[in-house]
């Protein structure tokens, strides 16, 4: 055979066996280990098999896949091996709407890319101990609508970058809200739905403390909560900042009154009985002279572009104080030192937010007095108690101790008038113009004198006492002109 005939027997062959393996590199699908699986939908890296009436996963599964739905199926349970092979580009699973009641505690061990997860609308009934905890990169967990009566604290263990978590309309009855607080457990969490459960109670003093760009998104509407003047204060103040959780759920924020059987709305408790909860006041400081304290700028906003504070002159501060008494924080924070009367007022703080701007106000109350020096003055409480107490003690003496200024005149009778058929007896006595002894006359006893005299004659005027004068002529008395003495002496009788 000739050479050029040889050369194109062998090479003309070649052509098509090298184009053929090109396409089945550029196809993802062209391979046998990568080929889609029956009764699902192929589409570059996405797999859908939803609504195919699948019992268990398919397998096996491309190794590429990056979105794998099965929702709307008959998978009950999710075993370990459901992923045979490693899927190092799966970052969505989505599992929803398959009675799903059993997912075991390694069934994400092949799959540690998992950015989103949906188990809602299921039957799972508990979260066991670090369920999730394979899952680093998780930020949306999705499992609302089952019957999750138990949560472990432990099973969204190594979860530090999970964002969303919904797990409304469950049963549950406690959420180690704990899990919050630490802050170290869920670092990035920034929604958590609690909606339609059966929380009885939640702390909200401990809600309270957490930053308000959570407790934007913080869902407790739907659970038969038991009525709290701190839980109403936490809510009232979400109102005023306009927090969506509150906001936007205001009705469904519900709770049984003590004795009550009747769900009433929560924030609608100030000022109604049995509770007759008071208003809450934001953001309101209070302190003493000398003491440091730092204005937090709790903003609803994650991504603070920039902030800054405005003092209550006025005055914008950036930075350090002129005098080192005022710091700018890193976090944002405004801080205090050595307080003087002065520095009392509302502070503002301005927010640039990534979508809008937000501006907080902390009230400052600077008491004019030291809480622990030596020369402390009386607060209002101690000075009420001891008013009252000096009160009583002068009523008791008033009452009591006060010398009665008219002892004389108890028990002293105007003595019998003369007779008038002796007139030795009209001679020797004198007409009684007033009582005799020691002391001043009583006057209701004098006035009584004036009427009927002697002989039965009307007197018009009785004769004014004289004053007493002291020595021992002080009792001489006036004599009457109609009497009978009068008429033989004009000399007062001395008696």
């Not at 339609?196 to 309270?208: F, H, K, S, T």
């Amino acid at each position: 055979m000739p050479p050029s005939r040889q050369c194109v027997a062998m090479c003309v062959p070649t052509v098509p066996l090298s184009l053929l393996l090109a396409l089945s590199l550029l196809s993802p699908w062209g391979s046998a280990a990568g080929s889609c699986p029956p009764r699902c939908v192929c589409a570059s890296n996405l797999l859908s098999c939803s609504q195919a009436n699948l019992s268990t996963v398919p397998t096996p599964l491309p190794r590429f896949t990056a979105v794998l739905d099965l929702s709307h199926n008959n998978v009950t349970r999710l075993r370990a091996d459901w992923a045979p092979a490693r899927l190092p580009h799966l970052h969505a699973l989505l599992l929803s709407h398959n009675g799903l009641a059993f997912v075991s505690t390694e069934a994400f061990t092949h799959v540690p890319r998992l950015r989103h997860l949906d188990l809602s609308s299921n039957r799972l009934r508990t979260l066991d101990e670090n369920l999730f905890s394979d899952l680093g990169e998780l930020e949306v967990l999705l499992l609302y609508n089952n019957e999750i009566s138990t949560v472990d604290r432990t099973a969204f263990e190594n979860l530090g970058r999970l964002r969303k978590l919904y797990l409304g309309q469950n049963r549950i009855a406690r959420f180690p809200l704990e899990l919050l607080r630490e802050g170290t457990r869920l670092p990035q969490l920034a929604l958590l739905d609690l909606s339609a459960n059966r929380l009885r109670a939640v702390p909200a003093g401990e809600l309270q403390a957490l930053p308000a760009w959570l407790r934007d998104r913080l869902y407790l509407h739907n659970n038969p909560l038991a009525c709290d003047c701190l839980l109403f204060q936490l809510l009232d103040r979400g109102r005023r900042r306009h927090l969506s959780a509150v906001e936007d759920f205001q009705d469904e924020l519900r709770c049984f009154p003590p004795g009550a059987t009747a769900l009433v709305k929560i924030l609608e408790l100030a000022g109604k009985p049995p509770l007759n909860c008071s208003k809450a006041r934001e953001a309101v400081l209070e302190a003493h002279l000398g003491d440091s304290v730092t204005l937090g700028c709790d903003s609803r906003w994650q991504g603070v572009r920039s902030r800054h504070w405005v003092t209550p002159g006025g005055e914008r501060v950036l930075g350090d104080g002129g005098n080192g008494s005022v710091v700018l924080l890193a976090n944002g924070s405004l801080q205090l030192r050595a307080l003087r009367p002065e520095d009392a007022g509302t502070y503002s703080c301005w927010v640039a937010g990534p979508l809008l701007n937000e501006t907080l106000y902390v009230e400052l109350l600077v008491h004019n007095f030291t809480l622990h020096g030596p020369h402390d003055t009386l607060n209002t409480a101690y000075t009420t108690l001891v008013g009252c107490i000096l009160s009583v003690v002068l009523v008791l003496i008033y009452l009591y101790l006060t010398p009665c200024r008219c002892c004389c005149c108890r028990g002293t009778e105007k003595p019998p008038a003369p007779r008038d058929d002796s007139i030795n007896s009209s001679v020797l006595s004198t007409t009684p113009n007033h009582a005799g002894g020691t002391g001043e006359p009583c006057g209701s006893h004098a006035a009584s004198g004036a009427g009927t005299g002697q002989n039965g004659r009307f007197k018009g005027g009785g004769t004014p006492p004289v004053p007493a004068r002291p020595g021992p002529k002080a009792q001489r008395k006036v004599s009457d002109p109609d009497s009978v003495s009068s008429v033989f002496s004009d000399t007062p009788i001395v008696v």
